[in-house]
């Protein structure tokens, strides 16, 4: 059932070579986070997502020191290594100091157009509002560039259906998880999740709801392990969840930027684009990137792990990732009062030895279940 | 050190700063970011209080680890900015040169430094359950456009009716116009200090204006600051015109990117001094220079001017201007060669160095060196890595010279 998924990420060069034929676009590389895809596609490009990779960084070292997340790292290595030579043009946005940089690096390093979209994280909303509609009109000139095509109102209202669908489709399988709780494993979740990165909305959209009706007459087992929410940057490694699965724990939701924080994104409207972009950006999850007093992050995730019944939260830390690090001591403070109990694990894209993780999400579990 | 008797004055300054910070009852507190617009503070006689100016001076006093420790043990990771950590750690122990910090009544950050400072200033704003105002200064890929500008006045324009409302009172226009003209002359003799440097000998090394900087970082605005520095320029332009050299038998004319080492201050210089090594000029020293400093006879709008000179900092902007930037300073302050420091804890200023040291030392022809340190947590530093490193890079000097 979940072959299609896994197959997409056991060969992810060959699925975008395969998809962008398909297509007959260009492979614009779309860096973390909250970039609409809506925007790329719109422009005639394919968009695949970039959330980093396995490679250890070698060739990525002598341009990134080993103080920058594993994200920005191995992106770059990839790039280097010739693994995205598909790629025509990189699509950031100003999430943080790294991939600010990072942009900076690749213009001079890489051979290949990039463009910006920069966040306004001013409260001040006129201001907002002005400069993040000169940011868009930058991007779309640059995407223009990119990818060859025009962007216009059809074309933007097309790609809005398309990713709107998608999301849609990925809200309703994190609805049946949470409903049906150990019914899909959590390794096939994120497996599903992430081939999506890799692929043309239609043709994911297809297997998506192929995999959802699958799914719809089937029971989840008995009840078993806990249930957990995950919270970080990115729901990678997957390797992580394969332990996840062993140890018998039930993943109920997360707030992944990857995840939750970005499938729970309304489709974008576009009739009025900056007020839509804007609406995309801040909400409806808040992200410890995008400052947003108004959406407050404290509340939102004690909020979101109750609904879902989570009995406890698990923060899962890329190194090196600052956003991330900030937030957390005062959030797992509060969660403690809330009576949520939480703990964290560090993490790098390529790392191979899980032992010492393991026996940790063991003793958590422990805990959970004591 | 050099010896200026100007110095003095200086401790004089910052300790009445201090105190009064520390004592009042009328005043507003705001703890305020490095590169954030102070001089709508002062408009408003709000006091300004700089987490990173303290954590530099708990770092130079040989006290942040016990700080970043006390931070890491309430589950801060050694990831991030150790200026943060050792601020969390003041702040949580009372601790450092004058005892932790008087407790804010509001927080006013800008991101034309970085976006961690947002970060850091959320945690605060919980902690004291206090008004967080954000001017957001996007960083510059291709120059000063006016869509920037338009943003970051409109954003000034708010912040005026923010600090009117948290005092009550109407916004002072009036106050706000001597305050930037009081704020221009220092940043204005700041940077004729800096500018010294370019003398053969130079009178005035990049070690002392760290140490000289702590006035035009958190007293801009004030009539005391003008005052100091136009008395610490008079003293430096003498020894300039008696070619009094700061480092005697000056041989090699540095420069010295990012922040400083605050805790190796002393030894950095003593093997400097021996090398014959002067470090000349600084990004970092530089940048005060630019604040409420911006030249550009075009631009009449006191707003527009102003927003220009916050968001034209150098770690805000793109590495085709740093280089542009870097190599001009190259060649104004005739210099053999250039010090980057990778600064663990400040990513806008590192992340992507080494791609700029390969492009300046090919642009100007002269070596570079890259160290991997830390400005303030000193469990990262190795004497005998990064001297050896730097002893290589002063014997490639000399292979140039
Ligand atoms: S993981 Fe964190 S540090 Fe890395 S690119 Fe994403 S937000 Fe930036
Ligand atoms: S050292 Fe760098 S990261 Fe830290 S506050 Fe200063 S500019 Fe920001």
Known sequence: ?370 | MTEFQTFSKMKELMTAYYFEAKTTKEKPIAWITSGAPVEFLFAMDIIPIYPENYAAMCAANHQSVELMEAAEAQGFSQDICAYARTDFGADILQGGPVGGLPAPHFLLCSTNICKTVIKWYEVIARKYDVPLFIVDTPFVHDGLTDDLLEYTVAQFKDLEQFLARITGRPFDHEHLAEVLRLSQEAAAYWKKILFLARTVPTPINSLDSFIHLGPIVTLRGTQGCVDYYQALYEEVAGRAADKIPSVPGERYRVLWDNLPVWFKMRRLENFFQERKCALVVTTYANSWGGLSNYEDEEMADPYRLLAASYLNVYINYGFEERIRYLSGLMDEFSLTGFIMHSNRSCKPYSVGMYRLQEELSQRTGRPGVVIEADQNDPRVYSDAQIEARLDAFIESMEAAS
């Open chain 1, 1 to 370: 059932m979940y072959d299609p998924f896994h197959e997409v990420l056991s060969d992810v060069r060959g699925t975008i070579l395969k998809q962008a034929r398909a297509l007959d676009r260009p492979v614009i590389g779309v860096m973390p986070a909250y970039f609409p895809l809506e925007l790329v596609y719109a422009s005639g490009g394919f968009p695949v997502q970039l959330w980093g990779n396995r490679l250890a960084p070698s060739r990525a070292d002598a341009y990134l020191q080993s103080y920058c997340c594993s994200v920005a790292r191995s992106a770059m290595e990839l790039e280097l290594a010739g693994g995205a030579d598909m790629v025509r043009g990189y699509a950031f946005t100003s999430l943080c100091d790294t991939l600010v940089n990072l942009r900076e690096v690749y213009r001079r390093v890489v051979d290949k157009p990039t463009v910006e979209l920069s966040i306004p994280v001013t409260q001040t909303a006129e201001a907002r509002r002005n400069y993040l509609s000169s940011g868009l009109d930058k991007v779309n000139r640059g995407l223009q560039e990119m990818a060859g095509g025009r962007m216009t109102p059809e074309s933007l209202a097309e790609a809005s259906e398309l990713y709107g669908r998608v999301r849609a489709l990925q809200r309703r399988l994190y609805a049946l998880r949470l409903e049906r709780a150990g019914l899909v494993s959590n390794l096939d979740f994120y497996a599903v999740l992430k081939a999506g990165s890799f692929l043309g909305p239609e043709y994911y959209a297809k297997l998506l709801s192929d995999l959802l009706e699958k799914l719809d007459s089937m029971d989840p087992p008995e009840d078993s392990g806990p249930r957990l929410l995950l919270s970080g940057l990115v729901y990678d490694p997957l390797e992580l969840h394969r332990i996840l699965d062993r140890l018998g724990v039930r993943v109920v939701q997360d707030d992944f930027a990857n995840g939750w924080r970005t499938v729970s994104k309304e489709t974008l409207a576009v009739e009025n684009l900056v007020e839509g972009v804007a609406r995309y950006l801040f909400g409806p999850a808040p992200c410890c990137c995008l400052y947003n007093p108004e959406n407050d992050r404290h509340d939102y995730l004690v909020d979101h792990a109750r609904k879902a019944g989570a009995d406890g939260v698990l923060f899962w830390y890329l190194k090196f990732c600052e956003p991330d690090a900030f937030d957390r001591p005062q959030l797992m403070k509060r969660l403690t009062d809330e009576g949520i109990p939480s703990s964290v694990v560090e993490l790098e894209l390529s790392m191979q030895n899980f032992d010492a993780i393991g026996t940790r999400l063991s003793a958590f579990c422990e805990m959970l279940e004591g």
